[in-house]
């Protein structure tokens, strides 16, 4: 048990709500986003902070209801009412805490309300983002996310989306997926989209950073960054000399093999496989083709390739779809 270490990190989190609440003050939609993601770490400290001690129900049930509160403040009703689901199951077993939470309860249900009022399609918009889609949908959707996000600039994954239909903008694509990764930078998810996005959005210097950055990160226990990086070292390398594409394609296929040592079973192992298939053709120049996801297990894949498109292109959209 550390009491101390406890302690800190719970004096660290309210320092970061009493920063968010001076920059809610002022209104400006920066400050507003900047708060949000100062409540959101607020949240994620209050969450760890009761790990480190052998915590009683009621000390976790109010380390969660102040998690809960920094979200709702932080404008993001889905990860509140997400962890209100948490507190709810953990009440059961501790009903004289029960009364501590009315009034927090009556917050969540309320917030809930307006949320579903303010943003009623926002399941739609989550679960539909990837689809192909005509340019009239594309722009009603963004117009959508748009009008979700200044009520809630706080949901890392309206910005994800906002990112994904704004990618013939790239500097603003980008900012969007960044505030998304700042909100969540827990997200391996997240991570990966930045890696991958980050060849298409970003000039050539600024992407080649943010893969060497990534490539720092790697480890057996991080299996879609391993690939993520892979498949990015492909793409910034297809223009590349051959000498600097077989650099490329030697650092991927690393970052590959450093992926499948991990311990199955990963929903991520079948697309490594791929791509150190994809990689050993490369580097023995061959080109690669849909026999490589036969052969790994991703037969839905392979189902909806369109002539004579790339199996590398393949492989990173379903990555996308994947961690979407």
Not at 210 to 239: D, F, K, N, W
Not at 266 to 282: D, G, I, K, Y
Request: hydrophobic share 45%.
């Amino acid at each position: 048990m550390n009491y101390d270490a406890y302690e800190q990190a719970r004096s660290s989190a309210g320092k970061l709500k009493l920063k968010a609440r001076a920059k809610l003050a002022f209104g400006e939609p920066d400050e507003t986003f900047e708060a949000c993601v100062l409540l959101h770490e607020a949240a994620r400290i209050e969450r760890r902070a009761v790990r480190l001690v052998d915590a009683t129900v009621e000390t976790k049930l109010a380390a969660l209801a102040e998690a809960c509160a920094c979200l709702l403040l932080g404008l993001d009703p889905p990860g509140a009412i997400g962890v209100w689901a948490e507190i709810v199951q953990l009440r059961v077993a501790a009903d004289r805490a029960a009364n501590v939470l009315v009034d927090l309860e009556a917050i969540v249900e309320k917030t809930r309300r307006e949320f579903t009022r303010r943003a009623p399609n926002f399941e739609e918009v989550r679960e539909t983002a990837l689809f192909p889609m005509s340019d009239r949908d594309r722009r009603r959707m963004a117009a959508d996310v748009k009008a979700m996000l200044s009520h809630y600039p706080g949901i890392a994954s309206l910005w994800w989306v906002q990112s994904h239909l704004l990618t013939r903008r790239k500097s603003t694509a980008w900012g969007a997926l960044d505030r998304a990764f700042r909100l969540d930078p827990d997200s391996p998810h997240l991570e990966a989209a930045r890696v991958l996005s980050a060849v298409e959005l970003l000039p050539k210097e600024e992407a080649a950073a943010q893969i060497e950055s990534a490539r720092t990160r790697i480890g057996p226990e991080r299996p879609m960054l391993c690939l993520s990086v892979a498949l990015a070292e492909l793409h910034a390398a297809s223009r590349a000399s051959k000498a600097k594409r077989a650099l490329a394609h030697t650092r991927a296929l690393d970052a590959v093999r450093v992926g499948l040592a991990g311990t199955p079973p990963s929903p991520w192992f079948e697309r490594l496989r791929a791509a150190q298939n994809v990689l050993e053709l490369l580097l023995a120049d061959q080109e690669p083709t849909l026999e490589v996801l036969y052969a790994s297990g991703l037969t839905n894949v392979a189902l909806h390739a369109k002539p004579g498109e790339a199996v590398v292109e393949l492989l990173t959209q379903s990555v996308k779809a994947s961690a979407a």
